[in-house]
């Protein structure tokens, strides 16, 4: 079988026959690869002219149900990955973490869009700036969609999560895809892209795959293109430096080498359940797809006077590890994913015991369960200690990609810092310890060097996620080593997708561009109460305007008795007068807040349905007793929830004094009921 390649909408074969690819368990032949002939210029027109066009014409809460729906159909076939999965050298548990991984965070960034970002086609980013005395000129940024193609470079280790993590922000920011896998496990990622584009779902040109070299490719690229690479060092270097690249400023992110570490307290001392939880976490990070993620622990930072302690231990729990075929049930850990990159642990490992000493494990011989050392691509969980590790080079430079960690003994905090860095800038660390002093300590000094820290101790660890695993929700990146680059983190990562804009201009104009109301903006008083409207009646600008309200000292007096809030600026004439904020008993903040509502809320059944909380609230100017309130309440934002039969409406309230100073400013979040909801229950 030779893979395809998905281009402009259709599958296409390169030309000749390929390079052929094999099993990392069996050796046995599993199919071509080549990308030869294939119009890579054609590819990126299309994207753009396409894709792009596609994807834009929805918002982004449509394009979170796309996201919502396609991991749904990809759970429904994941069988068939597992399946094929196994052929990579990964065990069930392994597949998990890249298949039920990577649609999980499909479903986190489908979330992630329709919570956290509006049903729109601009995201704003922060509140307006007011530019000008009396507010005619004002400022917002705004974020839009790239007008090009992401490329997304993806590792072999992860084939599935590799390439889902990266798709999901990029496809939520509206921006098609150009997938270009690691070629010696493409064959997983090409048949859950098939699955993908049988589905329907996607828009045409939102999606290609090039399964194969990326040809001419890089030739083709403009400012509005993005690239998102994955795997090493000096290709990352090497394509950062492309002249079209450089010449058109083309966002670049790269996840590259990470030396990671982990860090045990010097609290944690045999016998106490940090000292376990580090064993079990270095165990588990070295067994967990062979030692292939970016993210597994290549350092081993401890404390010197229990170093000899914890290789015993860790050497006990690596020989308990089951090797063989990732089929059989009976197996911990499987194949590297190819001999090439078995033959690549060999070499780093011998540069690493130029300078450490090989304490378990090494390139020997050892027994396998239902498989062949002779075919298979297996390798032996690999224990070093290094004895003087601040005089040592390689323990900090070179990345065994395998089951293979280095331990390094520090004697003091300052020590275990200075080990820590210099691994010369990581994607994650790990701390593990229940001293939380010590654990500041630790993570301030390292924390310029890292894009994650995780710190774990007996209280955290049953729910901990671990050491190596990235979240749809935090960032995953590192600096220096790493690459510089950051992917994922919620909504942070899909603004990597998008060109982040200044509007300058008067509120109406920047109010019309954001679809979010700002003061100065006109107002649209309707002729009837604002909250007789449904959702699609409701403008941006509507307007409520209340009667006056003054409050007395009773008032004061009752609602304190009332909720129990006696603070003295309340309820003592004297002693609020002490105050340098108060001319004597003021009113409460909230009994504002609650006037106001009685000022502006409609109290009949009608459209809206709830009052879902307040955002922003500051108290401006104290309210005396015997002065006056108003409301004004304007229309700020609308999002539409789908087809949930309701959308947030998010007003600008604003209460004002008898003086017109303005005494509290907030957001009020009310649901409103659309007018099909609102007739069928009206």
């Given amino acids: 079988m030779k893979l395809g390649n998905y281009a402009r909408d259709e599958w296409l074969d390169g030309d000749g026959d390929g390079r052929p690819l094999i ?399 210099l691994g010369e800038g990581s994607l994650v660390a790990s701390i593990i310890s229940n001293d939380n002093e010590v654990a500041r300590e630790l993570v301030l000094g390292i924390a310029a060097y890292h894009g994650r820290i995780i710190v774990i101790n007996r209280h955290c660890a049953g729910e901990s996620t671990g050491h190596g695993s990235p979240l749809p929700h935090l960032i995953h990146g590192g600096p220096g080593r790493a690459g510089g680059g950051e992917e994922m983190g919620g909504v942070r990562g899909v603004l990597h997708y998008m060109q982040r804009t200044a509007i300058q201009g008067s509120p109406e104009t920047v109010s019309t561009i954001g679809h979010r109301w700002i003061r100065g903006a006109d107002q649209n008083v309707p002729d009837v109460h604002v909250f007789r409207k449904t959702f699609e009646q409701i403008q941006i600008g509507d307007t409520f305007k209340s009667e006056s309200r003054e409050v007395s000292l009773d008032d004061i007096d009752h609602f304190a008795e009332f909720t129990g809030d006696k603070f003295y600026a309340h309820m003592d004439e004297d002693a609020a007068k002490k105050n340098p904020f108060f001319e004597g008993r003021v009113a409460h903040g909230y009994l504002i807040v609650s006037f106001a509502a009685g000022l502006f809320v409609d109290p009949d059944f009608g459209p809206v349905l709830a009052n879902y909380g307040v955002d922003d609230l500051r108290f401006l100017t104290p309210l005396n007793h015997g002065d006056s309130l108003r409301v004004r309440l304007t229309c700020k934002q609308k999002t539409l929830r789908g087809d949930s039969g309701y959308g947030e409406v998010r007003w600008d309230a604003e209460v004002t004094n008898q003086d017109d100073e303005i005494v509290a400013r907030y957001d009020v979040l009310t649901m409103v009921a659309t007018d099909e909801h609102w007739k069928s229950v009206s």
């Fill in 23 to 421: 099993s990392a368990v069996d050796s046995r032949p599993l199919a071509s690869i080549t990308s030869d002939g294939i119009d890579f210029g054609a590819m990126l027109a299309h994207a753009r002219e396409v894709g792009g066009r596609n994807l834009r014409r929805l918002t982004f809460h449509e394009r979170g149900d796309m996201l919502k729906a396609l991991a749904k159909y990809l759970m429904e076939h994941k069988k068939e990955f597992y399946a094929l999965s196994t052929a990579t050298g990964a065990t069930r548990s392994d597949s998990w973490i890249d298949i039920d991984g990577g649609i999980s965070t499909m479903f986190v960034f489908s979330s992630k869009g329709r919570r956290e970002m509006p049903n729109d086609h601009v995201y704003l980013d922060g509140p307006p700036e007011i530019l000008s005395t009396k507010g005619t000129f004002v400022a917002q940024h705004i974020f839009t969609p790239k007008l090009g193609a992401a490329i997304h470079i993806n590792a072999f280790n992860f084939p599935c999560w590799g390439m889902l993590e990266k798709l999901a922000p990029a496809l939520l920011a509206g921006v098609p895809a150009i997938i270009k896998p690691a070629s010696s496990t493409a064959y997983l990622t090409e048949l859950m892209v098939k699955r993908m584009i049988e589905s329907g779902i996607l828009p045409a040109g939102s999606v290609q795959l090039i399964c194969g070299g990326v040809g001419d490719l890089f030739e083709h690229l403009n400012c509005q293109d993005t690239i998102a690479f994955t795997g090493s060092k000096n290709t990352a270097e090497m394509l950062q430096q492309h002249p079209r690249v450089i010449s058109e400023s083309v966002a670049f992110t790269a996840e590259t080498d990470s030396l990671n570490a982990s860090i045990l307290g010097p609290d944690a001392v045999p016998g106490t359940p940090e000292f376990d939880l580090f064993v079990k976490e270095v165990t588990n990070e070295m067994k967990t797809k062979a030692g292939q993620k970016c993210t597994a622990i290549r350092r081993i930072i401890a404390p010197a006077s229990v170093t000899s302690d914890l290789v015993r231990a860790l050497s006990t729990a690596l020989g308990e590890i089951r090797i063989g075929n990732p089929a059989s049930k009976d197996v911990d850990m499987g194949a590297l994913a190819s001999h090439g990159q078995r033959d690549e642990v060999r070499e780093r490992l011998a540069e690493l015991a130029t300078e450490a000493e090989i304490v378990h494990g090494g390139d020997k011989d050892f027994d396998l369960i239902d498989a062949d050392s002779s075919k298979g691509a297996f390798f032996m969980p690999t224990l070093l200690h290094c004895e003087k590790p601040l005089q040592s080079k390689a323990v900090h430079a070179v990345e065994a990609f395998g089951p293979v960690s280095t331990v390094l003994p520090y004697d003091s905090i300052d020590e275990a810092i200075e080990l820590a860095k």
